[in-house]
C-alpha cells in the first residue's frame, strides 16, 4: 500500500491494502468526508505521516477564525503542539528555516502563517 503522487497538485491516491483498487481524492474531500479522512489518517499512521494530516485539518479550521484572541489562543496552541521543544507523535518534520518563519509569526499571529507548511504538505 503506498501514496501515488498525483500530476494536480493536492490530489493523492491510496489504497487500504495491495488488492484494493487505489482511488484518488482531494483534500476537500479528505476534509469533508469522516469515511476518507479516517482511512488515509490509517494509511498515514502506517507510513508515520499522520502529523501532516493532523497539521492540515487544524490549520484548515484555522483560517477560519475571526476573532482576534482566538487567532492568537489558536496559534499559540497549534505551534505549541506539531512544532514544540518536545518530541512527540505530532512534531512536524518540516525544514528549520519554515519552522524559525512560523515561530516568528506567532508572535503576531495572522491566518496566513501556517500557509506555507501547508503547502508544502500538499
Known amino acids: ?13 491510496f489504497g487500504s491494502s495491495k488488492k484494493s483498487k487505489k482511488k484518488t481524492y482531494s483534500f ?6 469522516e469515511a476518507i479522512y479516517a482511512d488515509f489518517e490509517q494509511f498515514l499512521q502506517k507510513q508515520c505521516s499522520a502529523e501532516n494530516l493532523h497539521f492540515y485539518k487544524e490549520t484548515c479550521k484555522f483560517v477560519g477564525l475571526t476573532s482576534k484572541s ?3 489562543s489558536e496559534a499559540t496552541r497549534i505551534v505549541t503542539k506539531f512544532l514544540g521543544d518536545s518530541v512527540s507523535d505530532d512534531t512536524l518534520n518540516i525544514g528549520a528555516g519554515m519552522r524559525k ?9 495572522n491566518l496566513t502563517m501556517f500557509d506555507e507548511a501547508r503547502m508544502d504538505i500538499e
Open 28 to 33: 476537500e474531500d479528505l476534509l469533508s468526508n
Open 70 to 72: 482566538e487567532i492568537s
Open 1 to 13: 500500500m503506498s501514496a501515488k503522487p498525483e500530476k494536480k497538485k493536492g490530489l493523492f491516491s
Open 101 to 109: 518563519r512560523i515561530v516568528a509569526a506567532s508572535k503576531k499571529p
